[in-house]
């Protein structure tokens, strides 16, 4: 997880909501990237995603069989779509996302639906630091809007 906390800081020096991820297989990351949804103008971009179409174009297949993410925030729910559909064993995340978040965060839609395919999923592993991290870019995020004039937002929903 250390590994996408570093790469989350990445993407909050880009200006990216900083969020980083990584998939593992056979005990070796195969990608490691962050958010990129800003700079690409794409809001499919996110952390998870990125990694996911990464390590298909790897493993040179849709299905992430024996894989595990680890990714510094909870997934959403297009996120865990992906998640799903590829595949992937096992999700470690660090923040959990109150407002978003759909393992557990805003609502856990695992225990909800009869998929086909459920990873196991691991959270809070680095969760202070990770928080903590998201919680920083928002509240520089709201400082500078302040000073320009725009209306803020409370964004500073991780716990």
């Known amino acids: 997880m250390q590994i996408a906390y570093e790469h989350a800081e990445k ?9 980083g991820a990584l998939i593992v297989f056979e005990d070796k990351i195969i990608t490691v990237t962050h958010n990129l949804n800003r700079l690409k103008h ?5 952390a998870e995603m990125v990694a996911i179409r990464q390590a298909s174009q790897i493993l040179k297949n849709e299905r992430l069989n024996n ?3 680890y ?17 992937l ?9 109150k407002k ?6 805003s609502i856990d839609i ?4 009869n998929f086909n395919h459920k990873p196991e999923i691991i959270s809070g592993i680095l969760k202070e630091k990770c928080s903590d991290q998201l919680s920083s870019f928002f509240r520089k995020l709201r ?10 937002d409370n964004s500073d929903s991780f716990i």
Do not use: Q
């Not at 794409?42 to 996110?46: A, G, R, V």
């Not at 990714?71 to 595949?87: D, F, N, Q």
């Not at 096992?90 to 959990?96: C, L, N, Q, R, T």
């Not at 695992?110 to 639906?113: S, T």
């Open 143 to 152: 400082s500078e809007k302040k000073i320009i004039g725009f209306l803020s």
């Open 42 to 46: 794409d809001s499919t971009c996110h």
């Open 100 to 105: 978003y978040g759909v393992c557990g965060g």
């Open 89 to 97: 064993s096992k999700v470690y995340f660090g923040a959990s996302d």
């Open 67 to 69: 894989c595990e993410l």
């Open 11 to 19: 993407a909050g020096i880009m200006g990216e909501i900083p969020v």
């Open 110 to 113: 695992l225990n909800n639906f």
């Open 71 to 87: 990714v510094t925030k909870e997934p959403c729910m297009m996120c865990l779509g992906a998640i799903i559909h590829s595949r």
